[in-house]
C-alpha cells in the first residue's frame, strides 16, 4: 500500500510563498515519476505539475508555470512543490501522487495538505 503524506500548507496572503513536502517510505520512490495534483473547494482534482523520477523532466500546468517548481530528493523519498506569487485561485488541498503526467489517475492520495490564500 503506497503511504505518502503531505506537509507545509498554510494560510498565507496573496503573493506570498510556501513551500510543500511530501514524503513516503511505501515504494521505490527514485523508480518513479511524481505529480502534485489539488483540489479546490467545490472543485475537482487539478493536475498541477509532474517530475521524471530522475528529475530531469518537469512540467506544469499553464497557471502555474512560472510560479510553482517542483523538485524532489530520491536519497530522502521527498518532493518538493515550491510556490510563490500565490493568488486566491491557488486556494487548495494538494496531494502528492505517485505516476506521471499521464499516469497519475486512479493512484493513491495521502491525506493533502490545505493552501489557503488570502486576497
Known amino acids: 500500500q503506497v503511504q505518502l503524506v503531505e506537509s507545509g500548507g498554510a494560510l498565507v496572503q496573496s503573493g506570498g510563498s510556501l513551500r510543500l513536502s511530501c514524503v513516503t517510505n511505501?515504494?521505490?520512490?527514485?523508480?518513479?515519476?511524481m505529480t502534485w495534483v489539488r483540489q479546490a473547494p467545490g472543485k475537482g482534482l487539478e493536475w498541477v505539475g509532474s517530475?521524471?523520477?530522475?528529475?530531469?523532466?518537469?512540467s506544469y500546468t499553464d497557471s502555474v508555470r512560472g510560479r510553482f517548481t517542483i523538485s524532489r530528493d530520491n536519497t530522502k523519498k521527498e518532493l518538493y512543490l515550491q510556490m510563490s506569487s500565490l493568488k486566491a485561485e491557488d486556494t487548495a488541498v494538494y496531494y502528492c501522487?505517485?505516476?506521471?503526467?499521464?499516469?497519475?489517475?486512479?493512484?493513491?492520495r495521502g491525506p493533502g495538505t490545505l493552501v489557503i490564500v488570502s486576497s
Open positions: 511505501a515504494f521505490t520512490f527514485s523508480d518513479n515519476s
Open positions: 501522487v505517485k505516476g506521471g503526467a499521464n499516469s497519475w489517475r486512479g493512484a493513491a
Open positions: 517530475i521524471h523520477n530522475t528529475g530531469v523532466a518537469i
